[in-house]
Nanobody
Framework: QLQLVESGGGLVQPGGSLRLSCTTQ????????IGWFRQAPGKEREGVSC????????NYVDSVKGRFTISRDNAKNTVYLQMNSLQPDDTAVYYC????????????????WGQGTQVTVSS
């Protein structure tokens, strides 16, 4: 399986910012759509954002629109999730995943996942 690696999580106060990174040494990420998902204890895994493999088309779940931005740097083989104006409800383990197309409604369609990075938003 494609092994993705997330980084950038941590503890931040409400209103703060974090930038998550997703990369791999297995493949060039530009051949995949990359999605960011999150899961809090007792909750379903939720699609947050995704970016297409070639066109750069992006999708966001309504709750993060205007606050989060997904981007990719092909030279660094890295996909980022810039998270601003963080709130306690954003607390979760964040995962990146690879798929053939950009979508948020079917996590099962993403076959390659990272181990996740913890984001905690608390005063």
């Amino acid at each position: 399986q494609l092994q993705l690696v997330e980084s950038g999580g941590g503890l931040v106060q409400p209103g703060g910012s974090l930038r998550l990174s997703c990369t791999t040494q297995e493949f060039t990420l530009d051949v995949y759509a990359i999605g960011w998902f999150r899961q809090a204890p007792g909750k379903e895994r939720e699609g947050v954002s995704c970016i297409s493999s070639s066109t750069g088309v992006t999708n966001y779940v309504d709750s993060v629109k205007g606050r989060f931005t997904i981007s990719r740097d092909n030279a660094k083989n890295t996909v980022y999730l810039q998270m601003n104006s963080l709130q306690p409800d954003d607390t979760a383990v964040y995962y990146c995943a690879a798929a053939g197309w950009c979508h948020l409604t079917a996590p099962g369609g993403y076959h390659y996942w990272g181990q996740g990075t913890q984001v905690t938003v608390s005063s």
